[in-house]
């Protein structure tokens, strides 16, 4: 059985802000990020390949494309707090994976004290249809906490899609540690279009000869994927996807 999340009302300059608190269910991970080159992607794919195995839900290369249409505010809130290391923020993003749009997620992905926890919550494509078009009443309507949470801060904070960010994951699991591994590649940006269920958007390399490598883990980080990680030179970094992507707006 589950236990909804609680919403806490609060208001801003007048203006109720709905808050559906963190499932206290939903564990804090640790995530760490580094920007590589090809040839070190190389390298540490083929080591990775041999220690540990693919997330089952990929394909049979182990890897799969990831297509996700972010909100900001109109003062690019979440795109500041993230450049500015601001210890306590969130974003909010429809994600889906692969090349059909069929099955689109909802997630507020959010960070305290340096580790990150993530909601989600499943959305048709018709009801995505909706959102785009500033129709956001059945969000209200729904009884999902996270869904209201995201209505109160579309009415209050003016959030509105920004960027589409598109790119093609490799995924390794771990099971002591909870531990995924992922190298996402090929990073590619919408230019602004939010349009992220047509196949025919035009998309452009946001990263150039690099590979986003990310490891996120419960309570610890074993030591043989402390090991495996490694990449001589290279020191953990903040890279954020959805900010190399903005600087094509």
Do not use: W
């Amino acid at each position: 059985m589950t236990t909804a999340a609680a919403t806490t009302v609060t208001t801003t300059m007048g203006i109720p802000i709905m808050t559906a608190n963190p499932p206290e269910a939903i564990p804090l991970r640790h995530e760490y990020k580094h920007q590589i080159n090809l040839r070190e992607d190389l390298v540490l794919s083929q080591r990775l390949r041999k220690l540990f195995p693919h997330d089952p839900h990929a394909g049979a290369d182990g890897c799969y494309r990831v297509t996700s249409l972010y909100f900001d505010t109109p003062y690019d809130s979440a795109l500041r707090e993230k450049l500015d290391g601001v210890n306590r923020r969130e974003k909010f993003r429809l994600r889906y994976y692969g090349a059909d749009p069929s099955f689109i997620r909802l997630e507020k992905k959010f960070k305290q004290n340096g580790l990150c926890g993530k909601r989600s919550a499943r959305m048709t494509a018709e009801q995505v249809q909706s959102l785009l078009a500033g129709e956001y009443g059945f969000l209200l309507d729904s009884g999902e906490p996270l869904f209201i949470e995201f209505y109160s801060k579309l009415q209050g904070k003016g959030l509105r899609p920004k960027t589409i960010v598109r790119y093609d994951r490799e995924a390794f699991l771990y099971a002591p540690g909870n531990v995924r591994i992922t190298l996402d590649r090929d990073i590619c940006t919408g230019l602004g279009n939010v349009d992220f269920q047509n196949p025919d958007t035009f998309y452009l390399r946001a990263l150039e000869q690099s590979t986003v490598l990310e490891v996120k883990y419960d309570a610890f980080l074993p030591e043989l994927v402390r090991m495996a990680v490694q990449v001589p030179g290279r020191q953990a970094a903040a890279c954020s996807k959805y900010a190399v992507c903005r600087r094509f707006d």
